[in-house]
Structures are given as C-alpha cells and as structure tokens.
C-alpha cells in the first residue's frame, strides 16, 4: 500500500466523510466498519471523567474533529476514550517519520485500530530525513516535529475540523518544564505546554491529556483489553527527554518525592498564570504607547516605559515583536536587555540592528522606531495607525 498524502479537494469534507474523494485527492484512507463496535462508555472511569471534561464544546458533531495517532498507548487511549464517549466525526491522523525501521508497522497498526472503531484515517509519510535546508540549522528532532504539526495543519483544513486533538499527558509536561529549566528557560518557559494554542489559521491544537497521568491511560487501555505500539527509540537514555523519563523522575517518584509529577505540572500552571498576567500588560502598554505607520514601521513613545520596571519593559519588546510577526527565533535575552537599555537611557542616540534585519531608531525625544531596515524613517508621531486593537490613548 502506497504512502498518503494531504493534497487540495475540489470540495469540502464538512459533510460527510467521503473515501472516494479522499483517495481520488491521493490521500490513503482506511474504511469505515459497517458498524462501530460496542464500546459503551464505562461510568465512573476516572481516566474517561478526565477526558470528557476537557474536550471543546463544538456542538454534537457539527466540525470533523481530527485525533493525532501514532500507535502509543497515550494516543490509543485518547481516541479509544473519545469513541467511548460518543464523539461524533472522528478523523484519526498519522504521520510515519522515516527515523524508525518499525514505523511501517506502527502505521499499520493505527490504520487496523482505526477500521475496528469504525474511523477514517488518513496518514502521511513525513520526509524527516531528507533534509533541504541544512543551513537552517533546524535539528532533527525540531524538523520531525514541524513536519507532524504541518500534515496535521493540512489535514484540518481539509477536513473543516476546528480542533486537531494530541495525547500529551501530565507526565509529559513535567518532563517539559523539567527539560526548559535544566537547559535555560524563564517563566514562560516554565509554563510548560499550552493546553490550547493556534494549529494554523482558523484551527487550535488541544491537549485534553494534560491533566491526566500516563499510567491512567494505561491502565484504561489494560481494562479494555487493548494493545498500544512501544517506540524502541524512547528507552534510549542518551536523548535528555528519556533520561530524565526513566532515570531522574522514578527516582524522585520512588523515593522522596512521590508527588513530583503534580508538584512540577502545579509549578507549571502557577508561572503560566504569572506569565499571562505579564503578556497581558505587556499588551496593554503597547495600546497605549505604539503606533504603527503606514510604511510598517512602529513608533515608540519611551518617556513612561523608562520608569518602569526592566523586565516589564521586555516584556513589551516581545509582545511586539509576537505582534508584528518580526523572527523571534533568534531573539536573545541579550537582545531584549539591549532594547531595555534603550528605552531606560533616554540619552541615548540608538541605530542597533537585531535579527531578522530589524533595525531600532532615535527618531526624537522619547521616541523610537522599529522595523525593517528599509523603512524605519524618521515620521512625526500621529501619522500612523494605532498599534493597539481599540482607540488611540495619550
């Protein structure tokens, strides 16, 4: 059987779930069953409870509701969970890296659990391999993860769904925080994973799992009598995320800390609530105090920000930067303490250059402008758009 792949149709899949027109597209699909099999819902299941109460409310079966699978038993029980429920319009996705001999199998694997629950699939080989831009410095890991997020993407907006479900459990965001704080990381960071965040235009990615340990949806999966893939490559100590998996955080849980995963995921949701609550100021102040002109570039009334605090001040370079979509990738703490320097010495003359070609201007007392290279120029302030999504404020 051929590999898929997600390619336009000529018409929208809001409907019904077509195969024929899946398989015309060049998409391979796997048959639904005649009928679903007899999967009640089990009352009283905690893992089920968990689940039911985070998934969106979309109204019975009005969007298709894409499940990412890869054969693992957090995925097997995300989508089993959601058939238990009663979700209407599944659409089970796979992507089959070409990091693993076994990822065949694994392919296979889902497109069988798929057609016994009476489920679409459409799966995609994803090229992590073949690397095209080497000069991008993207690792293999960071490509493998882009590729997934993008098929996935496409998948969505050719299904119509609103919502691309992923299994990440509680476990999984305690070895994320744990990871970003070892390696360097601020609050933000230490937020951890969002529960929702934009897939693409139109379409949110969920993690319903978040609060959920992985040995509940195991032990969900061993009640049904169900089977689940075991990736080789996740025992391998050598990669950070598994040896903090199986060497630091059973130690912790066996040993003097058998609460670790809910401390950490707790210290998670507290500095995502800090973390909020600085963006959210951070957006406030760029309403009041940035203006957009028409040849892109953002002017920046400094006299009020140069007597706040530092790292509030930041802050608002970011939110900036997040809002005009300038390269944040390699935007450093250092570049950001660079601004501030700025914005805190009104003396001070400043043509800097910052990544992605942006350059920040003196353009007056108490003013800056920011933007591409080309077209930061001196304008008087008042010419240009507001920044904000309301009024213009003084």
Known sequence: MGGGTVATLDRPLNAAWNREAWHNAGVETYPMSATSPNLPAAAGDPFLSALAAALPDQGPGRFPLVVAVSGGADSVALVIGLVRLGMPRLLVAHGEHDLRAEAPADREFVCRLAERLGLPCVWRRLAVCERGDEASGEGLEARARRLRYDFLANVAKEAGARHVLVAHTADDQAETIVHRFLRGTGITGLAGMRRARELCDGVSLLRPLLDVPRD??????????????????????????????????????????????????????????????????????????????ANGTVLLRTRALSRLDPHLVAEVFVALWRREAWPQRDMTTGHYEALTAIILDPARESRDQFPGGITVRTVGAGVIALGHRESVVSEPLGRGNHLGHGTSQS
């Open 216 to 293: 509940a949806g195991r032990a969900f999966l061993r009640t049904a009598f169900e089977e689940w893939r075991e990736d080789a490559s996740n025992v391998d100590t050598s990669r950070s995320r598994n040896f903090l998996r199986h060497e630091i955080f059973p130690r912790c849980l066996n040993g003097p800390y058998p609460a670790t995963v809910a401390s950490v995921t707790r210290l998670g949701g507290q500095a995502a609530i800090v973390a909020a609550a600085i963006a959210s100021a951070a957006e406030h102040l760029l309403d009041l105090y940035a203006q957009r002109q």
